[in-house]
């Protein structure tokens, strides 16, 4: 493993002349928008990165991005890897594993999902507190490489406080409404069945979606700063779940996906990591 880091790090250097990216985007379903923002020095499709699985599913369409964003060097990865897709928890995470490598230390996620919160509407930009692993596995299971991080990681502020704060006094000074909620991430690629978005609700989730959990676990491990975003692009509200669909949950999220933007963007302009 520390092998394949350092080579597609050294890989990634040499495209990018050695552009060096303080920040970490990962842009979910629908939410590459982002990328539009981004003045774009560099960018590499994930079929010339070594070591990186290609991405599957439509709407993801997998590129790495390196450019400025509100002032700051940053790596986007437009599109993810998912569980669900067939590969194992350590390739999904393994950009995270690079971006780290490379010298980041701040990791921005967002993603698409389903809400439980009855207080939630379709569109809701809900600013991640907290998560809850439904995975049945975890990306590091299996020996410790403690060059990567400790045997037994410390998650009890999984989601940096500051940037949370932080994200909710941008969103009310430019008027776009936003709650804060628990991400329960589970493999897909089923949506969820009524009984469960009931079980999720009560378990003390707010939102429910098939990603972001495993590369948020591996960021930890390796010690970076994470914010997270979610976009509610569809409800599971007791007694009311509503059929839903990839192309309804991709075309609410790119509704909404500028505000996400402006959010992350601002984000990144006013911290130091
Ligand atoms: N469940 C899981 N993942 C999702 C959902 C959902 O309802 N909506 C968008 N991504």
Redesign the pocket.
């Known amino acids: 493993m520390l092998e394949q880091i350092a080579f597609t790090t050294k890989s990634i250097l040499e495209k990018t002349n050695g552009f060096k990216p303080e920040f970490g985007i990962i842009l979910g ?1 629908g939410l590459g928008g982002l990328v539009k923002e981004i003045d774009v020095h560099f960018s590499i499709a994930y079929s010339e990165v070594p070591n990186f699985p290609v991405s599957t599913v439509e709407g993801h369409s997998g590129q790495l991005i390196f450019g400025m964003l509100g002032g700051k060097k940053v790596m986007a990865m437009q599109g993810r890897f998912h569980f669900y897709e067939g590969y194992t928890m350590q390739q999904i995470t393994f950009p995270v594993r690079v971006m780290k490598a490379i010298g980041i230390q701040t990791l921005c996620v967002s ?4 809400g439980m919160n009855p207080a939630f509407k379709v569109g809701e930009i809900m600013i991640i507190t907290d998560h809850i692993n439904l995975f049945p596995t975890n990306p590091l299971i299996g020996k410790n490489i403690p060059e990567l991080g400790p045997r037994f990681p410390d998650m009890s502020a999984a989601y940096k406080k500051e940037y949370i704060d932080l994200a909710i006094k941008i969103a009310m000074e430019n008027d776009i409404k936003v709650s804060t909620g628990v991400y329960a991430g ?1 493999t ?1 690629p089923c ?2 069945t009524p009984a469960e978005y009931r079980y999720l609700w009560r378990m003390g989730a707010d939102c ?3 990603s972001t959990v495993p590369e948020v676990i591996v960021a930890k491990h390796s010690g970076m700063d994470v914010f997270g975003v979610s976009i509610i ?2 409800l ?1 509200v007791e007694g009311l779940v509503e059929t ?1 669909s990839h192309e309804e ?1 991709q075309h609410i999220a790119k509704q909404q996906e500028p505000k996400m933007s402006l959010i992350v963007r601002k984000l990144i302009q006013h911290i130091h990591p």
């Open positions: 379903t993603n698409a999902s389903g589970l897909g949506f969820e429910v979606g098939m692009t569809d599971g839903v949950v």
